[in-house]
Nanobody, 126 residues
């Protein structure tokens, strides 16, 4: 079935950058909305950034606008999350997830996504 391999997480100092990758297997991500979610200890999953399957429309949480960029590379069946100007508040496990036919007005709600990966840890600390 649908599987993801997330990579690119790690330890970075505040103000630094990371690029997360989500490689899909078992399906072609072209036809799916893809989302990046994160979960900090003791908190629920938060929608960070999502991209539609149709016209490439994107969603960003207010907390990451201007700092994070989501993108697709359909040839590589991979989605990326470029994270710049990282803050300690960005520390979390980051997951990618996929779902078909999500409306643009509701593009990045975790319960709407049926498949997700194992996650990759991002720690922002001095």
């Amino acid at each position: 079935q649908l599987q993801f391999v997330e990579s690119g997480g790690g330890l970075v100092q505040p103000g630094g950058s990371l690029r997360l990758s989500c490689a899909a297997s078992g399906f072609t991500l072209d036809y799916y909305a893809i989302g990046w979610f994160r979960q900090a200890p003791g908190k629920e999953h938060e929608g960070v950034s999502c991209i539609s399957s149709s016209d490439g429309s994107t969603y960003y949480a207010d907390s990451v606008k201007g700092r994070f960029t989501i993108s697709r590379d359909n040839a590589k069946n991979t989605v990326y999350l470029q994270m710049n100007s990282l803050k300690p508040e960005d520390t979390a496990v980051y997951y990618c997830a996929a779902e078909e036919d999500l409306p643009l007005f509701r593009l990045c709600v975790f319960p709407d996504f049926g498949s997700w990966g194992q996650g990759t840890q991002v720690t922002v600390s001095s």
